[in-house]
């Protein structure tokens, strides 16, 4: 509720003169990356307090690229129904946090997707004891789900598509709907597949006891997001993403970077880490930008590695082209 | 003359003002691409909700109905939660002047004890107490024929309907949610408090001199209550039990929490779809203004008439 009366605020103010995003970031010395609550993997703190995921590591690329310090980012977070008023209002600079592209919200909610850093479809965890194999199977099922997202819409898709029907139980906070459904209010939860094993993998309190059905009935890709309105900074966040894909297809990690940097006869490398051409100024950032990136925070596969692998993801469909996937990065040149 | 003038002077401004805000709110969400006005509410919602009330609703209907499948469920949240306060209220109210030291304690320690928690946290233990403590569909208990508990509500059988188990849950006859009931408990166990203690000054506030003279007519306890004590004592009570109505009105937005598709629920989620969070938070201010000006209209009348009676 304050958020959308800051959001109110922030657009009846005078301020028509809007000061440049970037110059707002490097005055306040942050990068205000909103995030979710807490998904293992995606976003989450960890025992330390200290903010851990594949969406954190987007954040960090963009303090690394802006400050030359992936460690400067404040992070905001946000529910489900916070997270777009988060980022209209200006509360954050931008919002990395498991956040599907779609057409309504880049043409209507006044955004800009800045590219996918995974690869998603939506699907059902159903409680094991209730011998489901199939969604198929779900007519008359209870069904716990997050407000305003598009889960929401796509499951009342699927089950008007096949001729089943449902009943919602939506509750905003992602702690008390999984309450609910741990305690036994649904019999089903839906969610992005990848919510699916990250939650059953560190939320669940006997994983054994619950199942995801094969039927992936959407396509997610999620990814970062910006205002409309600041080409520089929507390209500033974009090629940080970027960076983090083209420096794991040129083979350049947090560990061989120094050494490439020096030793690299390949233009590509070169161009990249920043000693010819001058591409970061370009984006108004100094040039060493992708290094920065990739020294701090690593390439998108070891970002994979660090962040996904353990909760048991495989790379799939967020693979690189060359290996089959989908990630896939224009050219840096 | 000179006052009318700036007077005038005052208004122009304010209304000047009240232009540019929204003049510039309109620029800003143009020149951000982000839609603006009301059209979205013919719109096709495209998500279910929960429970309809009786209303006839499908994730193919529009916003609108949507949003009056909401209002109509914080209405009747609202409409029980206020009976249900209010009866208890009284009882709780009356309880602490009891003559039985007992009942005076257990009354006492039930208002100190649900006024001084926040409401949110008392939703929440109501909820986790029904959907844990209770089993699931399959293993219902069943207390009276045809009456079935789990964690999935109340299932009631009603004229010619009687809920069966069929597939994941049972169907046909009443039925009540966890939702729904958490939030009627809540609401009514909290708002209670509050009403005991307005009821409770207001019978201290009746004058001796009133109680002793019913005695002297040689009237039973229970009369004089009915028919010395409550009518004075009404005067005292009604004017400040309006503020708890509007107050339990407004609260009843905290169904978001629990799950409860009441009006604020299901606006926040067009919200969230549409992106149009001014036009939604209007309609959100627009209902609970209109709700609350009606109450206090009818609360008004209902002091007027009790003040007639004389
Ligand atoms: N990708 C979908 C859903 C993303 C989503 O928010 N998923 C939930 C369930 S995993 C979540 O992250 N909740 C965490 C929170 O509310 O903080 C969308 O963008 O609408």
Redesign the pocket.
């Given at each position: 509720m304050k958020r959308l009366f800051l959001l109110a605020l922030a657009f009846c103010s005078l301020a028509h003169a809007q000061q440049s995003t970037l110059d707002a970031v490097r005055a306040r010395g942050t990068v205000a990356c909103g995030t979710?609550?807490?998904?293992a993997g995606f976003s989450q703190p960890d025992s330390k307090g200290v903010w851990r995921g594949i969406d954190v590591d987007v954040c960090r690329a963009v303090a690394a690229a802006v400050f030359g310090d992936a460690s400067k980012v404040r992070y905001v977070?946000a529910?489900?129904q916070q997270r777009f008023t988060a980022l209209q209002s200006g509360e954050v600079d931008l919002l990395s946090r498991?956040?599907?592209w779609s057409f309504s919200r880049d043409a209507g909610l006044g955004f800009n997707f800045t590219g996918v850093n995974f690869y998603d479809g939506q699907g059902f965890m159903v409680w094991k004891k209730l011998n489901v194999k199939s969604a198929k199977q779900l007519n008359g099922a209870t069904i716990c789900v997050?407000p305003g997202?598009?889960?929401e819409l796509n499951l009342a898709d699927y089950f008007r598509a096949n001729r089943m029907t449902f009943k919602p139980v939506v509750i905003d906070?992602?702690e008390e709907v999984l309450n609910a459904y741990f305690a036994g209010r649904c019999d089903v939860f839906t969610?992005?597949m990848s919510?699916l094993v990250s939650?059953r993998g560190s939320r669940a309190p006997n994983a054994a006891e619950h199942v995801i059905l094969p039927e992936i009935i959407s396509k997610?890709p999620?990814g970062p997001l910006v205002r409309h309105g600041d080409d520089r900074w929507f390209d500033i966040v974009k090629w940080s993403l970027y960076a983090m894909i083209e420096a794991e297809e040129l083979g350049l990690t947090s560990r061989n970077i120094d050494e490439q940097a020096r030793t690299s006869k390949d233009p590509s490398v070169q161009r990249f880490v920043g000693a010819s051409g001058d591409l970061g100024k370009m984006l108004g950032l100094d040039n060493r930008w992708a290094f920065n990136i990739v020294k701090q925070v690593g390439n998108y596969g070891e970002s994979f590695e660090a962040n996904l692998k353990p909760l048991g993801f495989e790379r799939g469909q967020n693979a690189l082209w060359k290996d089959g996937g989908l990630m896939y990065s224009p050219p840096i040149r | 003359m000179k006052k009318i003038g700036f007077q005038a002077a005052a208004i122009a401004l304010a209304l000047g003002f009240a232009w540019y805000l929204v003049a510039n709110t309109v620029d800003n969400l143009a020149a951000r691409n982000i839609a603006s006005g009301f059209g979205f509410l013919g719109r096709e919602a495209g998500f279910e909700i929960g429970e309809t009330g009786g209303l006839a609703y499908g994730a193919a209907d529009t916003y609108l109905r949507a949003l009056a499948v909401g209002l109509g469920n914080t209405f009747r949240v609202a409409v029980l939660g206020i009976v249900g306060a209010t009866v208890l209220g009284f009882l709780v109210g009356l309880g602490r002047l009891s003559e039985n030291p007992l009942v005076r304690g257990a009354t006492a320690a039930y208002v100190e004890f649900l006024r001084n928690t926040p409401l949110l946290v008392q939703l929440f233990f109501w909820y986790a107490l029904i959907t844990e403590a209770f089993p699931s569909p399959r293993e219902a208990l069943s207390p009276l024929p045809g009456v079935f508990l789990s964690n999935r509500g109340i299932f009631f059988p009603l004229p010619g309907s009687w809920p069966v188990l069929e597939g994941f849950n049972f169907s046909g006859g009443g039925h009540l949610s966890p939702e729904f009931a958490a939030l009627l408990a809540g609401l009514v166990l909290y708002t209670a408090t509050y009403i005991a203690e307005i009821v409770r000054a207001g019978i201290l506030s009746v004058p001796k001199g009133q109680l002793e003279a019913a005695r002297a007519l040689g009237l039973e306890r229970r009369p004089t209550l009915r028919h010395v004590v409550l009518p004075h004592a009404l005067r005292v009570i009604v004017p400040p039990l309006s503020s708890q109505y509007l107050n339990l009105v407004k609260n009843s937005s905290l169904a978001v929490a629990i799950g409860y598709p009441d009006f604020v629920s299901v606006a926040n989620t067009a919200i969230n779809q549409t992106g149009q969070a001014i036009e939604g938070v209007a309609l959100i201010m627009a209902v609970y203004l209109t709700i609350s000006l009606a109450l206090s209209a009818l609360m008004n009348w209902c002091n007027a008439r009790l003040l007639a009676r004389g």
């Open positions: 979710n609550t807490g998904l977070p529910t489900t498991n956040t599907t997050q997202t598009t889960t906070k992602l969610t992005d919510g939650v997610e999620l | -």
